[in-house]
């Protein structure tokens, strides 16, 4: 039996959070999986960097070097022999960057997006097992894209369950051995049948976890954080958070569905299907408990959990002849929404009415709006909030709603959820 970690952008942030990882790693004297991500936040540096190749907004050069620099200094602080074979292998993997910016966009922006942001696992994993094994915490250091294998929809690769099933269990079992039981390999990024990088989806480093665990039948999945556990509300929003003591995979799905942001809402249903137990523990603090999702779900009930999202925008389209919103309309209304690659996050219907409130996105919102308005009449409000209460009760609501003006309200058995100014 083997474990599966996640250890995210901010558990190796620094030389110092690396460092961490090592002890955090060394408290397990058992076969491991380490899924890592891109440092800090790399990926969004990386994101700015495909934006200013692709769209000649910036000059991509001071970008990269920014990145190369944040790297470096990584390593200034883990290695003291400046001539260690890792400055040349990140130097190397850097070139892969070089060469995709070299000449102008050939290809679609989703798929040069996939080859340069998934860079920033590679230098992630690259660094952290050269410094494991330095300190002879003996490692594998393996290439997802050799694992997980997708399809070519980049930025959200769907995958293939068989090739990776096959791929993974016929590597990474024979690699562990009793002197060397750790294997260290990147989260987010897969290749397709094609042999191209392909990413899952931002912050998909959690469901690349739960993928390899769920090919090999892992004994459990430990996403480590730097919070104790899963909270009931983001202390962004709400001041006296409680911790998540042990939720089932049903609640977990549930709030992640309702924008929570502790776990990427793919996460769970590999784990599911195998039972295997997933912990949210901190990696400051590793001895604590932390949260267990699991089958149990007596614990769902305890707290009430609150999700909130902000700059939502509410979208109410009607017919401008005052006729029915009929499910012409609606099938017509969420092929526009589909192909503008908007999410849905609340709807409502009336009789003339159809209501849905949606991130606000300074690209895309106005467009959309203004192409439903070649066939409807639309009214909007923008920079709302939808809060999501799960296991409400009449005191938490009253708390949350004080002093807004409710737009929507909507409520179930178990959620009550608000869209407010
Ligand atoms: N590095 C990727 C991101 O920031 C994947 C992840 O961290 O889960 O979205
Ligand atoms: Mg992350």
Redesign the pocket.
């Known amino acids: 039996m083997l474990k599966v970690f996640k250890f ?2 901010a558990s190796v942030k620094d030389a110092q959070a690396v460092k961490n990882v090592g002890k955090v790693i060394q408290l397990y004297d058992e076969p491991l999986v380490v899924v890592i ?2 440092m800090g936040k ?3 540096a990386l994101e700015e960097l495909v934006n200013a190749y692709y769209f000649k907004k910036n000059d991509v050069n001071v970008l990269l070097e920014k990145v190369k620099q944040f790297h470096v200094g990584i390593m200034n602080g883990l290695f003291e022999n400046k001539n260690h074979q890792i400055f040349t292998d990140i130097h190397n993997t850097f070139v892969e960057i070089e060469w995709e910016i070299e000449e102008e966009p050939q290809r679609t922006y989703d798929y040069v997006y996939d080859q340069i942001v998934s860079v ?2 590679l230098l992630s994993t690259k660094i952290v097992s050269a410094y494991l094994n330095e300190i002879n915490i003996n490692n594998h250091w393996i290439d997802a894209r050799a694992l997980i294998q997708t399809d070519n929809t980049y930025r959200k690769a769907n995958i293939d369950w068989k090739l990776t099933t096959e791929l993974v269990q016929s590597s990474i079992p024979k690699v562990i051995t009793t002197g060397n039981k750790y294997v260290i390999t990147q ?2 990024i897969g290749a397709s049948s094609e042999n191209f990088t392909t990413t899952l989806g ?5 469901f690349s976890a739960a993928i390899l665990a769920h090919c090999l039948g892992a004994e459990s999945v430990t996403i480590w954080k730097d919070v104790p556990g899963m909270l009931n509300a983001d202390p962004k929003w709400f001041d006296d958070t409680q911790q998540l003591e042990h939720i089932s995979y049903h609640e977990a799905v549930e709030l992640a569905y309702y924008g929570a942001t502790v776990i ?1 809402p793919k996460t769970i249903k590999p784990l599911q299907n195998k039972k295997i137990p997933l912990y949210v523990k901190s990696f400051l603090e590793p001895a604590l408990k932390g949260t267990l999702i699991d089958e149990y779900t007596e614990g769902d009930k305890l707290i009430p959990s609150f999700i909130f999202k902000m700059d939502q925008v509410l979208i109410s389209i009607s017919a401008k002849d005052y006729s029915f919103i009929v499910e012409d309309n609606l099938s017509q209304i969420f092929s526009q929404l589909s192909a503008h690659n908007i999410t849905v996050n609340l709807m409502q219907n009336a009789a003339i009415s159809f209501s849905i409130c949606i991130d606000f996105s300074p690209f895309t919102t106005m467009k959309f709006i203004e192409e439903l308005q070649q066939d409807y009449h639309v009214l909007y409000n923008k920079s709302l909030e939808l809060v999501t209460v799960r296991h409400y009760d009449e005191a938490t609501i009253k708390r949350v709603i004080a002093n807004k003006n409710i737009l929507v309200e909507q409520k179930s058995r178990n959620t009550a959820r608000f869209v407010m100014k």
């Open positions: 995210g952008g991500s891109a790399t990926t969004n920033g696992e989260g987010f931002r912050e998909g480093s959690d990427h």
